[in-house]
């Protein structure tokens, strides 16, 4: 049977709820385990009375009701943010020291002291730095205030190996938890940069020009802007390769990408966005009002510089605060760095995702590209504008609706139309 179920009109997929469990992260897991483990101390006291000092009981107990309380706000909370886990880890350590010196066994009070290293271990493993800091400062002082006082009879020799021996047990699993989180952050920020990345031209690819498009959005529509997308073909990529091979193509390429990558650097705001969208074609975003004359000067830095011609394709997307991010024909002439080439597009569906406006702006462009290439290829065509706005609720598909293939699938060209 399906695992999806119906309620009323909503689909339901069993696989996307969550569970009790997911709900909480990491950190806070640890922090409920490890405050739970301390609950046990109360019994303890109970039991044997001898375990605490004379009168202790009712501190414990009330450090105790402090570490329920820290189990059931994490509990509830779900995701302690870092104040609320500094708050409750100091307190949580206060609670150990004081809980370390009322208890009458030397030995047991080497033990509970050993669980100051806890919180400082947990902030390692996913907390800020000034954070984790801040913590284990606070555990070694507690650790060596607590060690110093109950061994204070022992002679000064004892005290500092005791203490020593306190601070390390505090240190070690914070430098070696510390020390995994940082290369296990290093290596995810690798992957992340390999799944991002075109690895021929260093260029982003379709999944990783999406969080920077997100931005370029954000950020025109806060200065009331609109974008405009450049899609650049290579020329006759196909007899580059027949001619100089495969690595005299992938040459071509890189030299392509270099070269767009300096004349932005030059000339265009730093939230502009390139990608290598397919085997020769390559998309550019970059704000509405930034000077007009980028593609043109790109597609004379290329002619000069690659040994290659391309062909651009460009389409300028206007902000519309009326709508969600959809896309509408407007009125107006064509610009045409070549008067006698024209288009025009048709209404766009509405819009919810990042994605699905780089989709559609880009197809505007690449249709630009397409009479661009049929007028003659080394040339730009400029398209009729369109709007593009913020999305709001995203609109679902009715039943049993067939939703069109986008253009491009994970970044490969498209096949449906042979491109003179």
């Known amino acids: ?13 069993a696989a996307t709820v969550p569970s009790p469990i997911s709900r909480w992260d990491m950190r806070t897991k640890m922090v409920i385990v490890s405050a739970s483990g301390a609950l046990p101390m109360l019994i303890i006291a109970v039991i044997s009375p001898t375990f605490l000092e004379p009168g202790a009981l009712p501190v414990l107990t009330v450090i105790t009701g402090f570490t329920a309380v820290t189990v059931l706000i994490a509990a509830r909370v779900g995701r302690l943010t870092d104040r609320q886990f500094t708050v409750l880890g100091a307190g949580g350590m206060a609670g150990v020291a004081v809980s370390a010196y009322v208890i009458a066994d030397p030995a047991a ?81 690798e992957l992340q940069a390999l799944a991002d990345t075109d690895p021929l031209t260093g260029l982003l690819n379709r999944r990783g020009m999406l969080e920077p498009t997100r931005a370029l959005l954000d950020s025109v529509h806060r200065r009331g802007t609109g974008i405009r997308a450049a899609v650049i073909d290579i020329d006759h990529f196909k007899q580059v390769n027949d001619t100089l091979g495969h690595t005299g193509g992938d040459r071509a390429l890189i030299a392509v990408a270099n070269t767009i990558t300096a004349v932005l650097n030059n000339y265009a705001p730093a939230d502009s966005v390139l990608a290598r969208i397919g085997g020769e074609e390559f998309l550019l975003l970059t704000p509405a009002d930034l000077d007009p004359r980028l593609a043109h000067r790109i597609l004379d830095r290329v002619r000069a510089n690659t040994g290659v011609t391309v062909s651009i394709g460009t389409v300028t997307a206007a902000p519309n605060p009326t709508a969600d991010w959809s896309m509408q024909q407007l009125p107006g002439p064509a610009v045409d760095s070549q008067p006698d080439v024209r ?26 590209l397409y009479h661009a290439k049929i007028a003659g290829r080394d040339r730009i065509h400029d398209a009729d504008p369109i709007s593009v706005t913020r999305p709001s609720t995203p609109t679902l598909p009715p039943p049993g609706a067939i939703t069109p293939r986008p253009d491009r699938d994970d970044g490969h060209a498209r096949t449906d139309r042979l491109r003179p």
């Open 1 to 13: 049977m399906d695992s999806r179920g119906v309620l009323g009109d909503r689909v339901v997929n």
């Open 109 to 189: 009070t080497r033990s509970v002291t050993a669980m100051l290293a806890i919180v400082p271990a947990i902030a390692a493993s996913g907390s800020p730095p000034r954070i984790t800091t801040t913590l284990t400062v606070l555990s070694v002082v507690m650790a060596t205030i607590v060690t110093a006082t109950d061994l204070a009879a022992t002679g000064a020799v004892v005290s500092l190996i005791a203490i020593g021996a306190a601070v390390t047990t505090v240190l070690i699993p914070v430098l070696v938890i510390n020390g995994l989180a940082r290369s296990l952050r290093t290596v995810n920020a």
């Open 343 to 368: 288009t025009s597009h048709p209404s766009e569906s509405p819009l919810d995702t990042v994605e699905t406006v780089i989709d559609n702006v880009g197809r505007a462009a690449d249709n630009a």
